[in-house]
């Protein structure tokens, strides 16, 4: 039994990146002889085991035929012949294919060092447009590694168009969809993640809540870059500066979706696409099986982004009555974390646009300071008479607006 490091874990120290999980392959044994040392066996296609203390993950050296369509669609052979060159060759991108022995010493039979060096994303073999996950692998690693100057090599880029008019991305579940998604999404540069599927052609069958976006133009007033498609993709990108958590991103992601469904005669403006948005969100939502408190936030964000952005002080036509309406309609008095959210979503939105990626947004601040001002309003300190609900409810609201407006004055 020899066993290599291999993988993510030696392509992200060589390029001098924090290792967070090993991988290792194991040649020339069976699954009883890992057995007999106290490895557990987990996993269900293939054999991968625990190490008895390390609890890292083992896997024997596999081959894999494709037999079917889709992402399981394979046999894999792991019998203590194959080896490990062999195991190399199944994997997806020259990066990944490399091993590194107990000594420290590289196996790079694929050329993956030479691709670090040039920041290519290239695939090992023609066998790479067998598996449709494989497209996402890839925008997901671009998105990851684009901060490094990574891009995908033209003949990858090629298979990948090749995988998306095969029409075997239909065959990955959701779980499988969202999963590289969300590590999309919560990596440095998530919009290269959605351009990378754009470009193969794997945007509108995946995301075509997203892909109806292109081209869907804004009002210059507000919008310089136009392009709502465009605007989505830089607001992701300032939500990634912000270091945003991921419900906040993919708020930022969907919270124009409803633009795509203006009518041509009312272009370039866009007069209640947040609630037109809506039902587009549960739809990509429940299609993906996105988590429902990411879902629920997304739907907060496009409900209410244009009533908080109007809440600066230029813009008029706001009181302090629509910032207790606002929290109410948040539930942020009971949720205020996701005023929080709201506000970092909508802060995302007004930087996403061509030049003001540093703008100031006071209205965040406007909307946070009522929180805070409502919030210390107790019921147990109001003299109030009544016993009835609504009446408690609304002497409730009557000081919690006074308190807004005294806390705002200064």
Known sequence: MISFLVGGAVRDRLLGLDVHERDFVVIGSTPDELLKQGFRQVGRGFPVFLHPETHEEYALAR???????????????????????????????????????????????????????????????????????????????????????????????????????????????????????????????????FQILEASGALEPLFPELAALIGVPQNPQWHPEIDTWLHTQMALEQAAVMKAPLQVRFAVLTHDLGKASTENHLLPHHPGHGERGIPLIEQLAQRLRVPRELRDLAI????????????????????????????????????????????????????????????????????????????????????????????????????????IEMALKH
């Open 63 to 193: 081959k894999e035929l494709k037999t079917s369509s889709g992402h399981t669609g394979f046999h894999c052979d792991f019998g203590p012949e194959v080896t490990l060159e062999q195991d190399l060759h199944r994997r997806d991108l020259t990066i990944n294919a490399m091993a590194e022995d107990e000594y420290g010493n590289i196996i790079d039979p694929y050329g993956g060092q030479a691709d670090l060096e040039l920041r290519c994303l290239r695939h090992i073999s023609p066998a790479f447009s067998e598996d449709p996950l494989r497209l996402l692998r890839v925008a997901r690693f671009a998105s990851h590694l684009a901060g490094l100057g990574f891009h995908v090599a033209p003949e990858t880029m090629e298979l990948m168009r090749t995988i998306s008019q095969s029409g075997e991305l239909e065959s990955l579940t959701a779980e499988r969809v969202w999963k590289e998604t969300a590590r999309a999404l919560a990596s440095p540069n998530p919009s290269v993640y």
């Open 300 to 403: 907060q964000v496009a409900a209410w982004h244009i009533s908080i952005h109007r809440l600066a002080d230029h813009e008029g036509g706001m009181n302090h009555s629509d910032l207790l309406r606002i929290l109410h309609g948040l539930d942020g008095f009971r949720r205020p974390d996701r005023v929080h959210d709201v506000v970092l979503a909508c802060r995302c939105d007004i930087r996403g646009r061509m030049g003001h990626e540093h703008a100031e947004y006071p209205q965040g601040k406007k909307l946070l300071d009522a929180l805070e001002a409502a919030s210390r309003v107790r019921v147990a300190n109001l003299n109030i008479e009544t016993r009835d609900g609504k009446g408690i409810a609304q002497s409730l609201d009557a000081a919690r607006l006074n308190a």
